[in-house]
């Protein structure tokens, strides 16, 4: 009797450490399906592979060679792949050349976990945003974003990562006030982090507002451009109350200004808040060849040395690359109790 009863017990707990281990691990939702949060390794949290500004009103997929695009990128991708990146966060919304077709093709070719979003993008006074959208209501756009989450985004089966929405730098309109609304009430829904393309603070307190009022924890926020925030002061305070820092315009020239900001953050102990990109890429169907396409290795060849000549420690890199990404995309509604 007692050997059943302790057999019993060893069973139970067993199955407690499974069901805390199976909390611990999340998942990320890539374009070939969910990925366990612990394999996404390096991840670089905000690049582009294709970008067409052509405007909402003209918008086509049919404006672009998909074999055009993909002999154009591949070589980049796979040599960020050979510098160690393994999940890539493509931030293009719906609207602006968002084709999930084209990521899935690349994921399958390069092994990369690529990431694409649902969501609209209202910076630029609104080009990219369709016609239709600006009479929805809030509830009526996060009814879009949260069908493309739960049945794939158009006849694709392809499942959006995270909610990309972008506002202008200046106090938030009307209608971009109802987008980060759109996006909370998503959030609550789907557990899909917010990345909002937003530049200075006053655009991004004024959304951390608005979350606050909906119900949800700024942990699930990406200040996206953040580096445009010229008083770090700004960037400390939204990091200390728990949103996402992204700094994501590095390149070959302003390694060191990216290096002092994050320095600024690692005194404030606000390094796990942390995030690290490019927003390089891309092919743009309007320019010839696609035009200019800026390579994704800044981060492998320049500031990982730097971060080593600066003391910090494998840790702390291994925090800015693999764990701050994980925690930010993780699927998990973030609700304020
Ligand atoms: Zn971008």
């Known amino acids: 009797m007692k050997i059943k009863l302790s057999l019993i017990l060893l069973f139970a707990l067993l199955l407690l450490c499974q069901c805390n281990a199976d909390r611990k691990k999340g998942i990320i939702m ?30 086509s997929d049919s404006s672009y060679d998909r074999s055009a695009v993909i002999h154009k990128a591949l070589p980049y ?11 890539f966060v493509e931030c293009t919304p719906a609207y602006l050349g968002r084709d999930p077709l084209i990521l899935k093709s690349f994921s399958d ?26 009479n929805e209501s809030a509830e009526q756009l996060a009814q879009i974003w949260i069908s493309e989450w739960e049945q ?13 929405i972008g506002v202008n730098s200046d106090s938030l309109s009307e209608f971009h006030k109802k987008l980060i609304t759109a996006a909370a009430l998503t959030h609550l829904k789907t557990g899909l982090t917010i990345a909002s393309h937003t530049g200075p603070a006053v655009p991004a307190f004024e959304q951390l507002e608005i979350l606050e009022k909906e119900g949800v924890v700024f942990d699930a926020f990406i200040w996206v ?13 939204a990091a200390g109350k728990g949103a996402w820092i992204s700094l994501d315009g590095l390149n070959d020239n302003n390694v060191e200004e990216f290096l002092s900001i994050i320095k600024t953050l690692r005194e404030k102990k606000l390094l796990h808040k ?13 320019k010839e ?39 930010a995309f993780e699927i998990k509604v973030r609700r304020r109790l």
């Open 109 to 134: 070719s390069t092994g990369l976990n690529i990431i694409t979003n649902t969501g609209y993008y209202g910076a630029n006074n609104n080009k990219f945003i369709p016609a239709f959208a600006f």
């Open 274 to 286: 942390v995030l690290l990109s490019h927003d390089a890429g891309w092919y743009d169907p309007e």
């Open 30 to 59: 890539t374009v070939n399906g969910p990925v366990s949060t612990d394999k996404m390794g390096i991840c670089l949290t905000h690049e582009h592979i294709l970008v067409d500004f052509i405007g909402a009103d003209n918008i």
């Open 152 to 164: 794939g985004i158009g006849d694709t089966r392809i499942k959006p990562g995270f909610i990309k």
């Open 225 to 237: 451009h953040a580096q445009a925030e010229k008083d770090l002061f700004r960037l400390v305070e």
């Open 289 to 327: 060849n696609g035009g200019e396409f800026r390579g994704y290795t800044t981060l492998f060849e320049k500031l990982i040395p730097a971060f080593r000549k600066e003391q910090f420690s494998e840790k702390e890199i291994e925090q800015l690359l693999v764990i701050n990404p994980a925690r």
């Open 77 to 87: 991708l796979k040599q960020a792949k050979e510098l160690g990146c393994r999940t």
